[in-house]
């Protein structure tokens, strides 16, 4: 990692992150912190299995959930699954429940009639209006297809005792994955929630878990100094003092749109509270660099640049040469597609720094799913810092409640215009 801030400004902050690091685990719902250094077999092996039935009896697993309950799995999947057609050994996986547009959802049924389904159902709370609606539609529809063999094909993640979710799963027998009590939604993708369904796209989820390991074990590093994921929740923060008020999430692959989706909902959930915080915004490379690039060069100097680049990336074309040279390009014609890419980034940076837009660089050795594994904890550790250095709880979301009771006090009342 490199940013343009200099070292020993952001050392400065290293009392203060070494007694935030202290307090931390006071707070509820931080047992994501310490999860993936746990054993973590059996549930691996439980959750490989019922995906390997899954895989062997459905064309379609179809995932019910919305935010933390769907952003991680989405994002694991498209970041690691083929751009075209499916990986070798998985089904295709869809997601319901993530809006209310019932064009959406009446699609989806007449897509899904010629196709063998299973459903995943993930609510922590087991009540969220979204979920719970699909799920309604779902539910009837898989009862009105596969009769007394639908409880086979519906499994349920939630909690383990509590939820209106729970009690219908106990009742008809469906089987069960368990969110743990203390892992919040957005932290939550390391656990069945997000692995049952990449693990049925084809994703090795023990490579994930490892990765993860490794880095909850790399950053349980209390010393600024010695811990990425510190440095860059100060580096983030010294920049909001400043003024930069929006970051930038920026990534070169196109696979990693749905993961930027979920570090959006990860920071902008934890960190947007009490008038404060950065504004996570995305923007992916070098597609935007042809349309909201000329913001970010020129326009108002209120952002700041992450940009993420993995350094291999697997399948790779060589730019071919052609005897005609009518376009120009046989200059090109002894790199790669993904050469070009890493030079392209190279000079975004260089273009954006001068710019004054400052960037701040986060470097992966391969976009792989050990390496993502890492990155998601990165992640996570660095927004729970980064949190708590704004002095704001990392692990509520009191203005998402606004709008649900606003809605069902709409829902509720009478003289609603229909
Ligand atoms: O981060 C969060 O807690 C939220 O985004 C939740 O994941 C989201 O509201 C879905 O909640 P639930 O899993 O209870 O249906």
């Not at 931390?24 to 077999?41: E, F, M, R």
């Not at 952003?71 to 429940?97: D, N, S, T, W």
């Not at 550790?381 to 709880?393: D, G, I, P, R």
Request: with cysteine; charged share 25%.
């Amino acid at each position: 990692m490199n940013c343009s801030l200099d070292d020993s400004d952001i050392l400065k902050y290293k009392k203060r992150v070494q007694a935030i690091h202290e307090t931390l685990p006071q707070y509820a719902l931080t047992g994501w912190v310490d999860s993936p250094l746990q054993d973590h077999d059996a549930l691996l092996t439980s959750i490989e299995r019922v995906s390997s039935e899954i895989r062997a009896c459905a064309d379609v697993l179809v995932v019910v959930g919305v935010g933390g309950s769907f952003l991680g799995a989405r994002a694991i999947q498209e970041a690691l699954m083929p751009y075209f057609g499916l990986a070798k050994g998985g089904i295709e996986v869809v997601y319901v429940g993530l809006n209310m547009s019932g064009a959406y959802i009446k699609e989806l049924l007449a897509y899904l009639d010629t196709k063998q389904v299973y459903v995943n159902v993930i609510s922590k709370s087991g009540g969220t209006m979204e979920p719970a609606l699909a799920f309604r539609v779902m539910r009837l529809y898989m009862e009105e297809r596969y009769g007394e063999k639908v409880t086979e094909r519906i499994v349920v993640t939630t909690d383990a005792e509590k939820g209106i979710l729970k009690g219908i799963a106990d009742e008809a027998g469906y089987r069960q994955f368990v969110i743990p009590s203390d892992i919040g939604g957005r932290y939550s993708v390391l656990t069945p929630v997000g692995l049952l369904p990449v693990a049925v796209a084809g994703v090795d989820i023990r490579s994930l878990m490892d990765g993860a390991r490794h880095a909850a074990t790399e950053l349980a590093e209390s010393d600024l100094a010695y811990n990425d994921a510190y440095k860059y929740a100060v580096m983030r923060h010294m920049l909001y003092e400043k003024g930069y008020t929006i970051e930038l999430l920026a990534s070169f692959e196109p696979g990693l749109n749905k993961f930027h989706e979920w570090w959006k909902q990860l920071f902008g959930e934890s960190e947007g509270k009490e008038y404060k915080g950065l504004y996570p915004s995305t923007v992916n490379f070098s597609t935007d660099l042809h349309a909201i690039g000329q913001f970010i060069q020129e326009g108002s100097r209120v952002m700041f640049e992450t940009l993420l680049h993995f350094h291999d990336i697997e399948g790779d074309l060589a730019v071919p040469f052609d005897a005609r040279n009518e376009d120009g390009l046989n200059y090109l014609s002894n790199r790669t597609f993904n050469e070009i890419n890493a030079i392209s980034k190279q000079g975004t940076a260089l273009a954006h720094a001068e710019g004054k837009v400052p960037v701040i660089q986060l470097e992966l050795p391969k976009l792989d799913a050990y390496h993502l594994g890492y990155l998601i904890y990165f992640f996570m550790k660095a927004c729970a810092m980064s949190a708590c250095l704004l002095e704001v709880n990392p692990f509520d979301q009191p203005g998402v409640e606004a709008y649900k009771r606003k809605m069902l006090e709409l829902l509720k009342e009478e003289k609603v215009a229909k």
